[in-house]
T-cell receptor, first 116, second 120 residues
Framework: QQQVKQSPQSLIVQKGGISIINCAYENTAFDYFPWYQQFPGKGPALLIAIRPDVSEKKEGRFTISFNKSAKQFSLHIMDSQPGDSATYFCAASITDEVNRDDKIIFGKGTRLHILP | DTGVSQDPRHKITKRGQNVTFRCDPISEHNRLYWYRQTLGQGPEFLTYFQNEAQLEKSRLLSDRFSAERPKGSFSTLEIQRTEQGDSAMYLC??????????????????FGPGTRLTVL
């Protein structure tokens, strides 16, 4: 059972365009939703994250939109650049110190290619 | 560089051999995680430690896998009698607690570069 579903699998965007990646989750206990960026041969790096008490978070060109009722969230990359070409993973976790269960559940990833 | 480090970066082994990987977390982080990533997939959780205590193990972690963090600092992941299906990137991550509005939580996990294992 895949707890975090991500789409599309791959995405090609022109330089300067907007890249949009979507994710849906099932477990309503999730309370932390990070996005990770991974370049070939590297480990994932945290890009931006959101908690369900806000509907949007923006950091530079990266924005997370969060819809708690629909159990969906998305990453928007504005003014996409060739250097943004990478694999992006949405993820979710339960940050509950009492349950000590904060492992990250990752989506399958979106391979983004920005055309120069 | 004060990030998470992993050694070796690449390992090629023959089926049936044992392999051991090492992870050095960020020094002040008391939680350490192991994930496995296969080609075209997201990382999958294997196990994690708080200090030297192993708190959770995934069902993915068969009895051929064992992880240790003896002094609460670096960790090792050993795979015995490797199989071709073990070929993957093994990622280590670490985190430290932060105090938020909901109490203490471990949010940001910092990942190392991974060890790519190829079993022939």
């Amino acid at each position: 059972q895949q707890q975090v579903k991500q789409s599309p699998q791959s995405l090609i965007v022109q330089k300067g365009g907007i890249s949009i990646i979507n994710c849906a989750y099932e477990n309503t206990a999730f309370d932390y939703f990070p996005w990770y960026q991974q370049f070939p041969g590297k480990g994932p790096a945290l890009l931006i994250a959101i908690r369900p008490d806000v509907s949007e978070k923006k950091e530079g060109r990266f924005t997370i939109s969060f819809n708690k009722s629909a159990k969906q969230f998305s990453l928007h990359i504005m003014d996409s650049q060739p250097g943004d070409s990478a694999t992006y993973f949405c993820a979710a976790s339960i940050t509950d110190e009492v349950n000590r269960d904060d492992k990250i559940i990752f989506g399958k990833g979106t391979r983004l290619h920005i055309l120069p | 560089d004060t990030g998470v480090s992993q050694d070796p970066r690449h390992k090629i082994t023959k089926r049936g051999q044992n392999v051991t990987f090492r992870c050095d977390p960020i020094s002040e982080h008391n939680r350490l995680y192991w994930y496995r990533q296969t080609l075209g997939q997201g990382p999958e959780f294997l196990t994690y430690f708080q200090n030297e205590a192993q708190l959770e193990k995934s069902r993915l972690l068969s009895d051929r896998f064992s992880a240790e963090r003896p002094k609460g600092s670096f960790s090792t992941l050993e795979i015995q009698r490797t199989e071709q299906g073990d070929s993957a990137m093994y990622l280590c991550a670490s985190s430290s607690p932060s105090l938020g509005t909901s109490g203490i939580s471990y949010n940001e996990q910092f990942f190392g570069p991974g060890t790519r294992l190829t079993v022939l």
